[in-house]
């Protein structure tokens, strides 16, 4: 059954054409990285990769919730009409209060659409955090899988961007290994290599494969926000 869309009006057959930005915030030492995802609801739909952003080393996560407060805030004119965007962001390595500062700023921009947080976990469990709206706890191993299902079925495509060969580079890389106990884990093939887009990807893949639209949390609405 298709799920209704109360920003649609209901004498258009149009479907809409959805956007999540997957976030992956990088300490002193890691990149940070957005990558937006696109794609228009079908029983399986194509995904494109319209943009990608990178932060330089060193910038400050109050300059990355600016940038994103302007950047959702402003979406080009092809968007106008379409749901607003629905940012999904890591929170494993940097915690709930960078998260948080996020939240604020796209709050007091006024900011439409939702936020998504989700903690990596080893094993392969995913769950929804109880009583709280938009928190999930995520396996690695099932963010690679739904990589490894959308490039093996051709239904992701990324755009010629400054930082597509990197995003392709790194997806190439990320690899299965084996722990001696049997556990697969998820990691960058060889010591030393980033994974931040491949990583802010992959977010945004399986929230698009994974979550119902709608229900999903406004950014007004999220737990823990005082506006």
């Not at 109360?6 to 956007?19: E, G, Q, S």
């Not at 007091?108 to 929804?128: F, K, M, R």
């Not at 990691?187 to 980033?194: I, L, P, V």
Request: charged content about 25%.
């Amino acid at each position: 059954m298709r799920p209704e869309f109360p920003w649609i009006d209901a004498r258009d057959p149009k479907p809409p054409r959805r956007r999540l930005c997957g976030l992956d915030l990088g300490k002193s030492s890691d990149y940070s990285a957005l990558v937006v995802l696109d794609w228009t609801e079908a029983p399986q739909p194509l995904y494109d990769v319209p943009a990608i952003k990178r932060w330089q080393l060193g910038t400050s996560y109050q300059s990355i919730a600016d940038w994103l407060a302007k950047f959702l805030k402003n979406p080009e004119p092809a968007r106008n009409g379409e749901p607003p965007a629905i940012l999904v962001v890591d929170e494993t390595g940097v915690g709930m209060a960078v998260v948080e500062m996020i939240r604020r700023a796209l709050v007091e921009a006024n900011v439409p659409g939702g936020l998504v947080t989700v903690t990596i976990t080893g094993g392969s469990a995913v769950t929804q955090v109880a009583d709280v709206p938009g928190k999930w706890r995520v396996a690695k191993k099932e963010l690679a899988s739904v990589l490894v299902q959308l490039f093996q079925g051709k239904r992701l495509q990324v755009a010629s961007v400054p930082e597509r060969e990197t995003l392709l580079r790194e997806a190439q890389a990320f690899s299965v290994k084996i722990t001696d106990v049997g556990n697969e884990t998820f990691a960058a093939m060889r010591e030393g290599d980033h994974d931040d887009t491949v990583l802010a990807l992959a977010l945004a893949c399986w929230a698009a494969e994974t979550l119902t639209f709608p229900p999903l949390v406004p950014v007004r609405r999220i737990q823990g926000f005082v506006p």
